[in-house]
């Protein structure tokens, strides 16, 4: 058997060189003990300062027992500089604004100021006694009250200079009221109509399968000598109601409007329009009759307003009342023993039916005022 002989080999320059590691001292190898530098035991030479020296990232000085001095931690400078870190600092927290905090007070800053309050005028007033602006449009005849609600809501009304676009607000009752130029071109629009109804025909909403005398409004009914001037237009159907009614037996002058002071002027709960009618009766009036149908009857528990009541001939009388309750005239010949067969309305305020002929119609003429 050969025998292999293995050489280690030579050691390395850099080994060589190398200094042999010295064994830790005894005080060095207990844990529960910090390492003694003599680079940190004070000089017993220099006195001790009071001072601590600013803390450096390269150097970070230890107390005797091994951990970090307090003091060492604190800057130097004041808290928040780069001489050292606030409590912020240590709790986590920053000083500074976070970036949507910037953003949210950049917003705050750049909305702009919130606009004063919208302080009434004086002659806004806010106590319930006070009427409404409607109301006293209305008692002033510049229009209906249905007409100012809509100038309200459209901001053409002014009260004291103020703009009012609030529905039922309530004002002085001698304020101070200027209508836009454009509520008065849109009343200017409007048109009343007056028509002869003949028997058959309800004043208003069609009932029992008669025909409402509105049917009757067309171009072909126009009476030849309607001398308003005014021609027919669709548009005039639109909101055209009656003001006032006469019984589907009953005949004459009745009103249709789009215009809502004519409305009002004629049945409204202030009307003193008077209506003039020819009544043709049957039957005998009993004793101080006509005295009882000029003023002293009642109606559903209700005193009716004075009338004038004449005859007109043997068969007829002649009734102006300023009053129109249902079947008014028919239920207060009965009371005095007499029955209605014929009834016609002649008139209406300051406008008489004239020789306007049965089922036809005209245009109320701008010089004509009930």
Not at 180 to 204: D, F, I, M, N, W
Not at 278 to 300: F, P, T
Not at 326 to 355: A, D, F, P, W, Y
Request: aromatic share 4%; with cysteine; charged share 30%.
């Amino acid at each position: 058997m050969s025998t292999l002989k293995l050489n280690k080999s030579p050691a390395t320059t850099d080994q060589k060189k190398q200094k042999p590691v010295r064994p830790l001292a005894p005080e060095l190898r207990d844990r529960s003990k910090a390492p003694m530098l003599k680079k940190d035991k004070p000089s017993e030479a220099a006195p001790q300062s009071t001072e601590q020296a600013p803390r450096s990232k390269a150097h970070s000085p230890r107390s005797e027992s091994g951990s970090k001095s307090r003091d060492s931690r604190k800057p130097a400078g004041k808290p928040g500089t780069a001489g050292g870190r606030s409590s912020a600092a240590r709790t986590g927290r920053s000083d500074k604004p976070r970036d949507h905090d910037r953003s949210f007070a950049a917003k705050r800053e750049s909305r702009p100021a919130a606009r004063p309050a919208v302080q009434s005028a004086p002659s806004v007033a806010d106590n319930d006694q006070q009427p409404r602006l409607s109301k006293v449009m209305a008692d002033r005849g510049l229009c209906s009250r249905r007409e100012a609600d809509d100038w309200i809501a459209n901001g053409w009304v002014k009260v004291n200079g103020e703009i009012i676009e609030t529905l039922g607000t309530r004002i002085d009752a001698d304020a101070d009221i200027v209508i836009s130029a454009y509520a008065r071109e849109h009343q200017a629009e409007t048109v009343t109509v007056l028509l002869h109804k003949p028997v058959g025909y309800v004043s208003g909403q069609a009932e029992d399968g008669y025909e409402p005398a509105v049917v009757l409004f067309n171009p072909d009914n126009q009476w030849a000598e309607d001398a308003s001037g005014i021609g027919f237009k669709r548009g005039h159907l639109r909101g055209l109601a009656p003001a006032g009614r006469l019984d589907i037996d009953s005949t004459g002058l009745l009103v249709l409007t789009q215009d809502g002071r004519v409305a009002r002027k004629l049945i409204g709960d202030d009307s003193n329009v008077e209506k003039e009618y020819l009544v043709r009766v049957e039957g005998q009036l009993i004793d101080n009759g006509l005295a009882l149908l000029n003023h002293g009857l009642s109606l559903d528990g209700v005193t009716l307003k004075p009338a004038k009541v004449s005859w007109q001939n043997e068969e007829q009388l002649r009734f102006v009342l300023r009053e129109g309750r249902k079947r008014q005239i028919r239920r207060m010949c009965e009371l005095v023993g007499l029955h209605v067969v014929g009834l016609k309305r002649i008139r209406i305020g300051s406008i008489n039916l004239g020789k306007l002929p049965p089922g036809q119609w005209r245009y109320l003429a701008e010089h004509e005022r009930f």
